[in-house]
């Protein structure tokens, strides 16, 4: 079955304490990128990938690593969590650009 | 003004009505655009790309304006399960770039 696939689902976590959440995506896409949703603000990118080695910032990479090391993988990294990183997170990826965006399940991450 | 910009509703409407929403966006060299449908606390997924023709898929039908700088979309006969929120997606790629907008979402509620 063809998925984007993120872990963890759910986390609680203390600010500072370094996290990562997985996403892998089976479809052989060469695009991929993380998204934050928070109430009122809609969905807002954080990074993107247009291929392995290949990264760029998007609207609010402040906070956020990723990297791209193979194609099906793309980390989204916390190095130091605040609370205001409180959200939730998707993954999503698509063949290449322009095209139909296929979303993981969602990251509900809280920073206490 | 926002890139891409809906109303957030929330639209109350009965069972079997027509309701329309809309979306502007202000690149006016965005190349592709789509509807999503986002159910509470889920992943947002693809409702429907929209061409400049026009195009149509059952009861939904989306359309773009290129001129005006807006895409539609139409429900007829809304069903219960139609209620959720529906999102515009703009897109614009150029090289090794790619810029991915969502709308904040417009809320669709269909009451019996």
Redesign the interface.
Known sequence: EAQVTQNPRYLITVTGKKLTVTCSQNMNHE?M?W?RQDP??????IY?S?NVE?T?KGDVPEGYKVSRKEKRNFPLILESPSPNQTS?Y?CASSLS??????????SWLTVV | RKEVEQDPGPFNVPEGATVAFNCTYSNSAS??F?W?RQDC??????LM?VYSSGNEDGRFTAQLNRASQYISLLIRDSKLSDSATY?C?V?F?SG???K?T????TKLQVIP
């Open positions: 695009y990128s998204y009122g603000l809609g969905l807002r990118q993107y247009m290949v760029d939730l998707f650009s322009g095209n139909t965006i296929y979303f993981g399940e969602g | 190349q592709s789509f999503y606390r889920k992943e947002p997924k693809l790309s999102l997606v897109n790629y090794g770039y790619q991915v969502f709308g904040t979402g």
